[in-house]
């Protein structure tokens, strides 16, 4: 099991900080940086820009300061063989800064994490645990995927956003013209931002979005699936079970007899 030592989420220093571990902190100390600072590890120097993260091995002598104040971080100390043996499987870098593809994934995970510390009952440290691994597991994965190319790191957070309000609004009508004139962009380069970052068209997402809408109301709600359509933002029921069918690979009655 992974062990949480202790965390903090957007911690603020008002009078900036200063943190100097000159034999390693014992555990593994990860740090999210939301202001700018300066790193020192394995006798390196180099400045943390917002929304880049690192993770410090146990025995790593490093130090980090603030490059503006007040300086915001989220922070989390932990420790585990489990945990040695995850990082490896993941090849997930230590003592390395690197910048978040997604600026969104941390910050979402450590609310999480600190709600999992406070948890009361006999589960906590379980909970705690699949917290963690949640957190190491989706870093690694973006990691693994191709680096993303300066212009699309430019609109990350930006389209990151829009990506969690589409999943947040199945129902809504809402054309790719209009998505892109959101971040000023043309039609064109924000198809193609889109894909870059999520490595799917946003037109999928939106269906895919649309039936897993439609998947939690089938298997939850006594709805017909011409209502259950029009809730997820189809006027045509003959389309909306032809997505359906293409994205869940049943038509929306079956599906429905299937988590029955």
Same mark, same amino acid.
């Given at each position: 099991?992974?062990?949480?030592?202790?965390?903090?989420?957007?911690?603020a220093?008002?009078?900036?900080i200063?943190?100097?571990r000159?034999?390693?902190?014992?555990?593994?100390?990860?740090?999210?940086?939301?202001?700018?600072?300066?790193?020192?590890?394995d006798?390196?120097?180099?400045?943390a820009?917002p929304?880049?993260?690192?993770?410090?091995?146990?025995s790593a002598p490093h130090?980090?300061?603030?490059?503006?104040?007040?300086?915001?971080?989220?922070?989390?100390?932990?420790?585990?063989?489990?945990l040695? !043996? /995850?990082? %490896?499987?993941? @090849?997930?870098?230590?003592?390395?800064l690197?910048? $978040?593809?997604?600026?969104? &994934?941390?910050?979402?995970?450590m609310?999480?994490?600190?709600?999992?510390?406070r948890?009361?009952?006999?589960?906590?440290d379980?909970?705690?645990?699949?917290?963690?691994?949640?957190?190491?597991?989706?870093?690694g994965?973006?990691?693994?995927?191709?680096?993303v190319?300066?212009?699309?790191d430019?609109?990350?957070e930006?389209?990151?956003?829009?990506?969690? !309000? /589409?999943? %947040?609004?199945? @129902?809504?009508r809402?054309?790719?013209?209009?998505? $892109?004139?959101?971040l000023? &962009?043309?039609k064109?380069y924000?198809?193609?931002?889109?894909?870059?970052l999520?490595g799917?068209?946003?037109?999928?997402?939106?269906?895919?979005?649309?039936v897993e809408?439609?998947?939690y109301?089938?298997?939850?709600?006594?709805?017909?699936?011409?209502e259950i359509?029009?809730?997820?933002?189809y006027?045509?029921?003959?389309?909306?079970?032809r997505?359906?069918?293409?994205?869940?690979?049943m038509?929306?009655?079956?599906?429905?007899?299937?988590?029955r």
């Amino acid at each position: 099991m992974i062990r949480l030592i202790g965390c903090g989420c957007r911690f603020a220093h008002r009078e900036g900080i200063e943190i100097e571990r000159p034999r390693g902190a014992g555990n593994y100390a990860f740090v999210f940086f939301r202001s700018r600072a300066e790193i020192r590890v394995d006798g390196r120097l180099e400045q943390a820009e917002p929304n880049s993260y690192i993770l410090f091995s146990p025995s790593a002598p490093h130090a980090y300061r603030d490059l503006e104040k007040p300086f915001v971080n989220d922070w989390f100390h932990c420790e585990g063989e489990e945990l040695d !043996e /995850l990082l %490896g499987q993941l @090849d997930f870098p230590t003592d390395r800064l690197i910048r $978040a593809s997604d600026p969104s &994934l941390v910050p979402r995970h450590m609310l999480e994490l600190r709600r999992a510390e406070r948890e009361l009952g006999p589960y906590r440290d379980r909970i705690v645990d699949l917290e963690l691994r949640g957190l190491f597991t989706k870093l690694g994965n973006a990691l693994a995927r191709r680096s993303v190319p300066a212009r699309t790191d430019r609109y990350a957070e930006m389209l990151s956003r829009l990506r969690g !309000e /589409l999943y %947040g609004s199945p @129902d809504a009508r809402v054309s790719v013209e209009e998505l $892109a004139g959101r971040l000023n &962009l043309s039609k064109s380069y924000f198809q193609h931002l889109y894909k870059e970052l999520f490595g799917c068209s946003v037109l999928t997402d939106m269906i895919r979005g649309r039936v897993e809408y439609a998947q939690y109301l089938l298997g939850s709600t006594k709805r017909s699936v011409g209502e259950i359509g029009r809730l997820c933002g189809y006027d045509n029921e003959t389309h909306f079970m032809r997505q359906f069918k293409q994205f869940a690979g049943m038509t929306p009655g079956a599906y429905r007899k299937s988590v029955r």
